[in-house]
């Protein structure tokens, strides 16, 4: 058995690698094993990880979890929405479109850390994103009249892909989602919603992250 960490902001990111992706590898070719990254000092504080924290600080849980030798990679899992902007790469970003902002990120950090067993993933632009791959399995879901579902459909049809929605602070996929259903749950309802969207239809409407997965397939073999 191979086992992969995977470096995560928060509950919702840890459950869906547990319950969702982790069904698409046989548990004896390749396990994931999320990681919650620490935002507190204190460890025996039960609200001390997930969330935002200064680069400096995920660069030394990385550095820590490249130490374990039995893991054949490290790689992450964090929203490219509101990224602080002491992350590698971030401060030279080229004026294009969001994907090409991303994977210079993702190339300024895996260059940051120089270790051949890491590889970088950020989520365009979060993991809300996931939500508009299929509206009508959120509605359902999420419950609400027909209005709520209309303008679930008129977001999602302004954009070719659900990693296309943006990152402004008012039109961010959580934004958005909260704006129509304000019960919203993202641990309770994200993971259900991905659940019942399934892994080959998030693949095949989110580019990004279907390339994630087939670095991930490649370990495998």
Same mark, same amino acid.
């Given at each position: 058995?191979?086992?992969v960490l995977i470096s995560v902001e928060g509950t919702t990111e840890e459950r869906f690698v *547990? +319950?969702?992706l982790q069904s698409h590898f046989a548990p004896d070719r390749l396990w994931l094993q999320p990681v919650q990254i620490k935002t507190r000092q204190n460890p025996d504080r039960y609200d001390n990880r997930g969330g935002y924290v200064p680069y400096a600080r995920v660069r030394r849980q990385l550095k820590n979890l490249l130490r374990d030798s039995s893991a054949l990679a490290v790689t992450t899992m964090y929203d490219f929405y509101a990224l602080p902007s002491d992350y590698p790469g971030v401060d030279t970003c080229p004026h294009s479109g969001p994907l090409d902002r991303v994977r210079h990120i993702e190339q300024a950090w895996k260059q940051e850390l120089n270790h051949r067993q890491f590889y970088p993933y950020l989520q365009l632009h979060e993991f809300e994103a996931f939500i508009f791959v299929d509206v009508e399995i959120a509605h359902r879901q999420l419950g609400g009249s027909e209005e709520q579902l209309r303008r679930l459909c008129a977001i999602r049809d /302004?954009?070719?892909t659900a990693e296309d929605i943006n990152d402004d602070p008012h039109t961010a996929p959580s934004q958005r989602l909260r704006a129509i259903? +304000? =019960?919203y749950e993202k641990v309770l309802d994200g993971i259900i919603i *991905? &659940? /019942?969207i399934g892994l080959a239809?998030? =693949? &095949?409407d989110c580019p990004h992250f279907d390339t994630w997965v087939t670095w991930l397939e490649s370990l495998q073999s």
């Open positions: 058995m191979s086992k *547990t +319950d969702v /302004q954009f070719k259903y +304000d =019960r *991905t &659940a /019942q239809h998030l =693949r &095949a």
